[in-house]
C-alpha cells in the first residue's frame, strides 16, 4: 500500500517539476481572490468596424429640441454679442473704408420654418420657392450686430452662396426683414465651379486688395463662410442643420 502512495506521489512531483523548467513562474506576485460579489455586465461596445452611425431620426429629434429649448438661440446672441462689442471698440479706432461682411442664410435670414417643414431634407426646387417667396424672418441678435455697424458708418457688405437668380426674392426678403440698407451684396453666381467657401474668399481679397476696404469682421454660420482670411476678426455662428463648403 504504501509504495503503491508513494509512486503516484513521486510522479506528480517529476511533472510539476518538468511544468516548471517549460514554463517558469510568472515574476507577477500572486494576489489574494477577490471576494465573489456580483459584477453588473459591461456596456457592450461595437467594435468600430461594426458601430452604426448615430440614427438620423434620434438627431433630429435632438435639433428640434436644440432649437425647442433655446441653445440655438442662446448661441446666436452670445456669438452676435461678441461679434457687436468688436464692430463698436474697432469702430472707435477707425481706418479708411472700415466694413463688416455678412452672410444672411442662418446668419441673418432663418430658414428654420422651410427646414422644419422639410423635415431637415433639401429639395432644390422647394428651397428656390422658399426663396421667392421672401419670407425668411431675420435673426435678431445678428440683425442687431448689422444695425450697430450701419450706426457707426462701417460698410455693409452681404456675400452669400445663394446664386445670381436668387437676387430678386432676396432683396424683397432682406426689405422685408428690416435688413435693406446694406452697401453691397454679391451672389454666387449660376453654375459656378468651385466651392463657396473659395467663392466668398475671392470677394473678401478683391475688396481687400482692390477696393481698398478694411473687412473688421466677418460673420457667418459656416466655416466656409470665414475661412481663407481677409478680415480681422471672424465670428461663427451656430448651425447644426447643414453643411455648405
Ligand atoms: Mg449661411
Redesign the pocket.
Known amino acids: 500500500m504504501l509504495q503503491r502512495s508513494v509512486v503516484p506521489a513521486l510522479f506528480a512531483g517529476f511533472v510539476f517539476a518538468l511544468a516548471s523548467c517549460v514554463n517558469p513562474p510568472s515574476r507577477t506576485p500572486e494576489r489574494a481572490a477577490p471576494p465573489i460579489a456580483p459584477v453588473a455586465p459591461a456596456a457592450p461596445v461595437a467594435a468600430p468596424a461594426r458601430a452604426e452611425p448615430y440614427n438620423l431620426y434620434l438627431l433630429k429629434q435632438e435639433i428640434k429640441t436644440y432649437v425647442d429649448d433655446g441653445r440655438y438661440e442662446a448661441g446666436l446672441t452670445a456669438v452676435a454679442g461678441e461679434a457687436k462689442e468688436w464692430i463698436e471698440q474697432r469702430a472707435v479706432r477707425g481706418g479708411d473704408k472700415l466694413a463688416v461682411v455678412f452672410?444672411?442664410?442662418?446668419?441673418l435670414l432663418s430658414n428654420l420654418q422651410h427646414m422644419r417643414a422639410m423635415d431637415f431634407g433639401y429639395v432644390p426646387k422647394l428651397w428656390d420657392e422658399w426663396v421667392a417667396e421672401a419670407d425668411a424672418p431675420a435673426i435678431a441678435p445678428v440683425r442687431d450686430v448689422y444695425l450697430a455697424a450701419r450706426a457707426r458708418n462701417l460698410a455693409i457688405v452681404f456675400i452669400t452662396?445663394r446664386k445670381t437668380s436668387d437676387q430678386p426674392g432676396t432683396e424683397n426678403n432682406l426689405r422685408a426683414a428690416g435688413l435693406g440698407g446694406y452697401t453691397r451684396i454679391f451672389y454666387k453666381p449660376n453654375g459656378y465651379a468651385g466651392t463657396t467657401e473659395s467663392f466668398k474668399t475671392s470677394i473678401r481679397k478683391k475688396l481687400v486688395e482692390e477696393e481698398g476696404y478694411t473687412i473688421v469682421a466677418n460673420i457667418?454660420?459656416?466655416t466656409s463662410?470665414l475661412t481663407g482670411g481677409y478680415a480681422e476678426r471672424t465670428f461663427k455662428l451656430p448651425?447644426p442643420f447643414y453643411i455648405?463648403k
Open positions: 452672410d444672411l442664410d442662418e446668419t452662396g457667418g454660420d459656416q463662410d448651425n455648405a
